[in-house]
Nanobody, 115 residues
Framework: QVQLRESGGGLVQFGGSLRLSCSASGSIFSFKRVGWYRQGPGKERELVASITAGGAVEYGDSVKGRFTISRDMRKNTIFLQMNNLEAADTAVYYC?????????RGQGTQVTVSS
């Protein structure tokens, strides 16, 4: 089974940028859809952004205009470019992939935005 692994999290100042990576152990085309989700302290898990195998993208309302999802097929990696970060973006970010009827989830990467 293809696995996903996130990286790129860390501590960043308010207004700063980070780029997260979600690397697949196999072909990224194995997934019908790959999404970035996040869960902040005391908050529900929410969709940040997703991309389908066909390239259709979707963003959560709170990140539109600030975050961009993209992919590198040769590297089997999905990226999340996060700009103009706010304190509310502090969360553990997870990469989920729809593999048939199974959802594959990475271990998560922590993003902390300091004011």
């Amino acid at each position: 089974q293809v696995q996903l692994r996130e990286s790129g999290g860390g501590l960043v100042q308010f207004g700063g940028s980070l780029r997260l990576s979600c690397s697949a152990s196999g072909s990224i085309f194995s997934f019908k859809r790959v999404g970035w989700y996040r869960q902040g302290p005391g908050k529900e898990r929410e969709l940040v952004a997703s991309i389908t195998a066909g390239g259709a993208v979707e963003y959560g309302d709170s990140v539109k205009g600030r975050f961009t999802i993209s992919r590198d097929m040769r590297k089997n990696t999905i990226f999340l470019q996060m700009n103009n970060l706010e304190a509310a973006d502090t969360a553990v970010y997870y990469c989920d992939g729809a593999l048939g009827n199974i959802v594959v989830r990475g271990q998560g990467t922590q993003v902390t935005v300091s004011s």
